[in-house]
């Protein structure tokens, strides 16, 4: 069976070349024509030789991942949908900001079993771990559907599933992603957000990207309740893994803090929030709950997210609100994909999504 050729590092496609007989720097200039010039035919690599060129498909699969929905959202936000067999889906968020970046949220796993009674992932437990390959074309894929001109210059691991439970092939994507001979991402610009997998933290310093850690509690007790693999790691040693990580990268760690009304939005939480993390280079996004049916958890009101944020404000910590974007796509973890694969009636009540024909 012919190998998936985006899943492959440059060190990986350098060991199968060599052992077809082939000079070491032909893995080079393989990997900078698909990735630099975007030349997927193999036939068109003129500086390969013919017979070379027209082997190369029978070792190596090209093929792209299958794209079957790109919703726009109304404030610039771009949900993809990708068929990767099996009837099974992933999902790609496309986020565009003021400044030059554009963020691409990436999943790393089909379905999740971390569990967090918040997230409507979790409720479709782990069917599959994505290859390498899979992780890397989705950023092709999206790439090449909204074209050159925009770059994607950020990648957020905060789609569905927890990378750090498929590490290898979350690791493998950043390396052929980040190859000063292929797509060039600085590795400053890719962050791995985990749910608190502490044993594999440390993977994130040694690949020298970026961390950001779902905290979402104040406390172990609400930390227990809403994701219960704290329960496994509790929070002290999460935070001290945090600790450890911000001292060896001299860089901040993102917490990530999901406002549940009535569980994580009261003022006592942004304090014990505060003093938790007070000793933690970090700056700290909070997040409005986005709503899905039977979830049992509400959005707190606009107010009390407000408050909820100055109250952080003026305890002098580094937060950001994050907006929810996307909604009239479906762009809250995990439900593009559910309306997809039949649960249209779950989503009756929101706004009619702009769709785009493919
Ligand atoms: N497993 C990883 C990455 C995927 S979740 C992690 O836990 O970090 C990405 C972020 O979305 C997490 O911070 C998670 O807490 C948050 N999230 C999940 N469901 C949400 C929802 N319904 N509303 C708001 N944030 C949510």
Same mark, same amino acid.
Request: proline share 4%; hydrophobic share 35%.
């Given at each position: ?11 990986? @496609? ?23 010039? *975007? ?13 070379? *060129?027209?082997?190369?498909?029978? !070792? ?8 079957? /929905? ?44 971390? +569990? ?5 992932? +979790?409720?479709?437990?782990? /069917? ?6 899979? !992780? ?8 090449? &559907? ?5 770059? !994607? ?58 961390? &950001?850690?779902? @905290? ?6 609400? *930390? ?81 997210? @407000?408050?909820? /944020? ?38 009756? &009540? ?7 024909? @493919?």
């Amino acid at each position: 069976m012919a190998i998936p050729f985006y899943g492959l590092t440059l060190d990986q @496609l350098r060991g199968h070349l060599v052992g077809l007989g082939k000079e070491k720097f032909r893995a080079s200039q393989v990997f900078k024509w698909v990735y630099q010039q *975007r030349v997927t035919d193999f036939s068109q690599m003129t500086n390969l030789s013919k017979s070379f *060129r027209e082997s190369l498909p029978e !070792i190596f699969d090209m093929n792209p991942l299958k794209l079957s /929905q790109h919703l726009k959202s109304e404030d610039g936000t771009e949900k993809f949908l990708f068929d990767i067999g099996d009837g099974k889906t992933v999902e790609t968020v496309l986020i565009p900001s003021s400044d030059e970046r554009l963020t691409l949220c990436v999943s790393s796993e089909v379905g999740c079993n971390m +569990a967090c009674r918040f997230c409507f992932t +979790a409720k479709q437990k782990l /069917q599959r771990r994505l290859t390498s390959g899979e !992780i890397v074309g989705q950023f092709m894929g999206v790439q090449d &559907a909204i074209g050159m001109k925009r770059r !994607i210059s950020n990648i957020v691991f905060m789609g569905m599933g927890e990378p750090l439970d498929n590490p290898d092939a979350v690791f493998d994507s950043i390396e052929i992603l980040t190859s000063e001979l292929g797509v060039n991402l600085s590795r400053k610009k890719v962050t791995v957000s985990t749910s608190g997998l502490v044993p594999q933290i440390p993977l994130v310093a040694k690949n020298r990207v970026r961390l &950001a850690v779902s @905290l979402n509690a104040s406390t172990n007790e609400i *930390r227990d309740h809403v994701m219960p693999i704290n329960k496994k790691y509790p929070m002290n040693q999460l935070l001290d893994e945090c600790r450890r990580y911000a001292f060896e990268t001299k860089d901040k760690v993102t917490f990530e803090y999901v406002l549940l009304k009535g569980v994580t939005d009261r003022i006592e939480d942004a304090i014990r929030l505060k003093n938790i993390t007070q000793d933690i280079p970090c700056k700290i996004n909070i997040i409005p709950f986005n709503e899905h049916p039977n979830s049992g958890f509400e959005r707190p009101s606009d107010e009390t997210v @407000l408050k909820f /944020q100055k109250k952080l404000m003026d305890l002098g910590v580094h937060v950001l609100l994050r907006k929810t974007m996307g909604r009239d796509i479906y762009a809250a973890c995990g439900q593009l994909r559910s309306k997809f694969e039949g649960h249209p009636e779950r989503f009756r &009540a929101q706004r009619p999504s702009k769709e785009m024909a @493919l």
